[in-house]
């Protein structure tokens, strides 16, 4: 039996505009959820493999790669606003890009 070690995930989608994407499917080894209307997600995320894929209609819109050991709340890693857009593999902009 393999366990596999998780952390809890939370973070908006935006667009290269900034605004949020929303009913966009958000998914990682460990789960997957789906933005809300304010691109506002939460997901665990294995901590062994910190990708997240951004998908629509089943499309590969944009992917992240996280941290995983930084910017926890409460044991929830806080992402902030990530913004999907074309040819990305992005680190996550933890300083710069904070949900509002």
């Known amino acids: 039996m393999r366990i596999l070690k998780t952390v809890t995930v939370m973070g908006r989608l935006v667009d290269a505009s900034g605004k949020p994407l929303k009913g966009h ?3 990682n080894h ?3 959820g789906v933005s809300e ?3 506002f997600f939460s997901m665990e995320l294995s901590e062994k493999s910190p990708t997240l894929e951004v998908r629509h209609d089943s499309q ?5 790669r996280l941290d995983p050991t930084s910017q ?3 044991d929830v890693l806080m992402v902030g606003d990530l913004r999907c857009h074309p040819d990305t ?7 710069s890009e904070k949900a509002s």
């Open 25 to 27: 499917h958000v998914i």
């Open 89 to 95: 593999l992005a680190e996550a902009a933890y300083k």
């Open 30 to 32: 460990a789960s997957r």
């Open 37 to 39: 209307v304010d691109g």
């Open 60 to 64: 590969l819109l944009c992917q992240f």
């Open 72 to 74: 926890r709340e409460n």
